[in-house]
């Protein structure tokens, strides 16, 4: 029972280790929208069909809105509580919640591949190691899911530094013109395939694609992995 000394937590207050509980249903919905997506992913398994689109990929994208709101929320606070960001500590704690495990797993399978058990490339080796897998198209399947997790790393090194060096009233006016440069861009990508349509060249396999395409030629046997397949498996450690 609360009491004027202990009283009952609420759950859109954030704990002491910046965890807000209200937004567990939000990431206990995106975690099954995932897995049913890889549902049908193995042979044997069918892909349900919720009416919803790629559904898979709409659970990562909301694991990166409660990533952005958490980690916006720690930095105001920080910033209320002493008038400063303290950006080699907070480097610091992402380091340790998210290297070990993501380092140790790509040492793994970098011992399968000189073991012959598996077949990497050095472009994949080094991609994975220095999170850009999400620019790179011709990934081999055992480092494609890490695409998620390198957005995340990303903004993890941009967006703390931006709100750390222009402060909380101007890291707004950053993040709005972000939006609107993302905007520009996509709608820049969108006529750049109509131009490309209309004048019989394809430029979804132009030459930043040609990668990808040789990856699916090579020799080694791989595991050919669809599109609404390859989302995210590390969903749980940027958050």
């Not at 990497?120 to 997790?149: C, E, K, M």
Request: with cysteine; hydrophobic share 45%.
């Amino acid at each position: 029972m609360a009491s004027a000394d202990n009283p009952e937590p609420d759950s859109r207050t954030m704990t002491s280790t910046g965890r807000l509980p209200s937004l567990d249903g939000l990431r206990a919905i995106s975690i099954i929208l995932v897995l049913l997506g890889h549902a049908g992913g193995p042979r044997g398994f069918q892909r349900i069909n919720l009416q919803i689109g790629d559904y898979a990929h709409l659970g990562v994208v909301v694991f990166f809105v409660i990533s952005g709101f958490l980690i916006t929320s720690l930095l105001m606070h920080e910033y209320d509580t002493t008038r400063r960001i303290s950006l080699r500590l907070f480097y610091a704690r992402r380091t340790l919640r998210i290297f070990p495990a993501s380092y140790f797993y790509l040492c793994v399978i970098c011992l399968l591949s000189a073991s012959n058990f598996i077949h990497l490339r050095g472009v994949d080796i080094w991609h994975a190691f220095t999170y850009t897998v999400n620019f790179f198209p011709g990934r081999s399947w055992q480092v494609g899911h890490l695409w998620s997790l390198s957005v995340e790393e990303q903004f993890y090194l941009l967006w703390p530094f931006a709100f750390a060096v222009s402060g909380p009233r101007k890291a707004n006016r950053v993040a709005w013109a972000v939006i609107a440069l993302a905007i520009v861009a996509q709608i820049f990508t969108n006529d750049r395939e109509k131009l490309g349509a209309a004048l019989g060249h394809d430029v979804s396999h132009s030459s930043a694609h040609v990668p990808e395409m040789k990856l699916e030629q090579a020799v080694t046997p791989q595991r050919k992995i669809a599109p609404e397949q390859e989302h995210s498996f590390d969903i749980g450690l940027g958050l």
